[in-house]
């Protein structure tokens, strides 16, 4: 093998609810509500290839970010630093990367080999067609360290109280059939804050698309009011 470069092979591409980077999750888990599916290419996709993966909850995505590919920089602005003080890019997981990869925990939802195999996730924070290049389970008592230090993301961040005004909620309730996490979902996203660290105009209406839905809020005194739900 060629040590000095390697090419990847991408597994599948992963279907999220995220069309755009705008509003997907900053961490994993965050919105437990995100589902994404998975389904292997060949020659990936035989049964035995995920034989005993269902007894775990939780797997590692390592994926590519392929929207930002070859872009990397060495100092980067982390969002919970208010987007201002500039940290080295290994001391963060910024897209902008030498090598362009990532890593995500996710929960692992289901797994099903009728045909092929598709795997089902929850809680994923990553833009619709990621390709995903490796998939390991989560080990408990080896990566589940208590009293490791996080750094300057040391704690969860503050979240926004969510409010639907009727015609978003309207909106949501004859979208159940098809999408019955929809307002969950929405929950979720929203209430992590996804505008830029120096936005703060309590009139002004941001968009977030979720599956095929612009979804229009605003922010003011710690709660974000959804205006409305449209299809995008």
């Known amino acids: ?19 755009d980077k705008f ?14 599916t998975l389904k292997l290419l060949p020659p990936y996709d035989r049964p035995e290839a995920v034989r005993g993966l269902d007894a775990f909850s939780h797997v590692w995505l390592t994926f590519v970010f392929h929207q930002t590919g070859g872009q990397w920089q060495p100092t980067v602005r982390p969002p919970r630093l208010g ?17 362009s990869l990532g890593l995500s925990l996710v929960e692992l939802a289901g797994v099903d080999t009728s045909d092929g195999v598709v ?20 080990i408990p008592y080896v990566e589940s360290l208590p009293d490791a230090v996080g750094g300057f993301a040391t704690g969860a ?12 909620t309207q909106a949501i309730a004859r979208q159940a059939r098809h999408y019955p996490e929809l307002a ?41 009011f959804v205006d409305s739900l449209d299809p995008a």
């Open 184 to 224: 969950a979902l929405i929950i979720d996203v929203l209430a992590q804050d996804p505008r830029p660290a120096y936005a703060g105009d309590p009139d002004r209406i941001y968009g977030v698309r979720l599956y095929r839905f612009d979804v229009k809020f605003r922010v003011a005194n710690g709660c974000a």
């Open 119 to 138: 795997l089902r996730f929850r809680g994923v924070d990553l833009v619709d067609g990621t390709p995903i290049v490796d998939i390991k389970p989560y």
């Open 157 to 168: 961040p503050p979240q926004l109280t969510v409010n639907f005004s009727d015609a978003a």
């Open 83 to 99: 987007g201002n003080a500039r940290v080295g890019v290994f001391a963060s997981r910024s897209p902008f990367r030498p090598n």
């Open 1 to 19: 093998m060629n040590t000095d470069s390697f090419s990847l092979s991408p597994l599948g591409h992963l279907a999220t609810p995220f069309p």
């Open 23 to 36: 509003g997907i999750p900053r961490q994993p888990s965050l919105a437990p509500h995100a589902i994404g």
